[in-house]
C-alpha cells in the first residue's frame, strides 16, 4: 500500500495516466499530475499543474517545488507523459527524431532531475518510467519511437546505479501496445484482446512504488500482453 505517499505522476491527464492516477489514489497516495494538456476533470488527482512544458527543465522544476511545498515533499515519480508516432525511416524527416526525443526522453530526464533533491531529502524513494517493448526491438516504423524510449531505458539503468545507495530505486516498464482508446482507433482492425490493459501496467507501476519492491532498481520489466 501507499498510504500517505506523495506521488507525482507525468502525463497523468492521458489514457493511461489516469488509471495509473486512478489506481495509486487507491492505495492511499497523495497524487499530483503534472501534464501539458489541460483536461477539466482531473480524476482522483489531489494537485494538478496542467500546461507544464516538461521539455522545459525550469518549468518542471517550478511545478515539482510547489507541489512538495503543498504535499508536504515527494515520495516517487512515475513519468508517463510521451508521444508516438509511427513513421518508416525512408518516409520520414529528422523533425520525427527530434520531436520523439523531446517528448520521451527529454521529459523523463527533466522530471527526475527535477525531483531528486526531494526524494534526497527523505533518505528514500522511487522513480517509475514508462518505457516500450520496442525498445528492445524496433520494427518498421518505429524506428524514432523505439529509439528515444531506448533512451529511457538507458537513462533508468544509469540514474539507478547512480542513486543505489541513497535508498532511491528507478525502474521502468516497458509495454508493448496498450489498450487505449487512441490505440484502437490507429490499429482497429487488430485483436484487442491481446494487448495489455491499462490496469495491468498501473498495478506493476503501484508495486514498483511499494515497499514490497526495496530490493528492486534497474530493471526493465516488460508487460507484453500476447503480443
Known amino acids: 500500500m501507499l498510504a500517505n505517499k506523495s506521488v507525482i505522476v507525468t502525463g497523468g491527464l492521458g489514457a493511461l495516466g489516469r488509471v495509473v ?21 482531473a480524476g482522483r488527482a489531489e494537485v494538478v499543474y496542467d500546461g507544464v512544458d516538461l521539455c522545459n527543465a525550469s518549468a518542471t522544476a517550478k511545478a515539482m517545488e510547489s507541489i512538495a511545498a503543498q504535499l508536504g515533499g515527494i515520495y516517487g515519480l512515475v513519468n508517463v507523459a510521451g508521444g508516438f508516432r509511427y513513421e518508416p525511416i525512408s518516409e520520414g524527416t529528422l523533425d520525427t527524431w527530434d520531436l520523439m526525443y523531446e517528448t520521451n526522453l527529454r521529459s523523463c530526464a527533466a522530471a527526475c532531475l527535477s525531483v531528486l533533491p526531494y526524494l534526497r531529502s527523505n533518505g528514500s524513494g522511487r522513480i517509475v518510467n514508462i518505457g516500450a517493448a520496442s525498445a528492445q526491438r524496433a ?4 524506428g524514432a519511437y523505439a529509439a528515444s524510449k531506448a533512451g529511457v531505458a538507458r537513462l533508468t539503468e544509469s540514474l539507478s546505479d547512480e542513486l543505489k545507495d541513497q535508498s532511491i ?26 494487448w495489455v490493459s491499462p490496469t495491468s501496467v498501473a498495478h506493476l507501476v503501484a508495486f514498483l512504488l511499494s515497499d514490497q519492491s526495496i530490493d528492486i532498481t534497474g530493471a526493465l520489466v516488460p508487460i507484453v500482453g500476447r503480443m
Do not use: K, Y
Not at 21 to 41: K, M, T
Not at 174 to 190: F, K, Y
Open 139 to 142: 520494427t518498421c516504423g518505429l
Open 21 to 41: 492516477v486512478s489506481e495509486l489514489a487507491a492505495q492511499g497516495a497523495r497524487v499530483a499530475v503534472l501534464d501539458c494538456s489541460a483536461r477539466p476533470d
Open 169 to 194: 530505486t528507478v525502474n521502468a516498464v516497458l509495454p508493448s501496445v496498450i489498450d487505449t482508446p487512441a490505440n484502437r482507433l490507429q490499429m482497429s482492425g487488430a485483436d484487442f484482446t491481446r
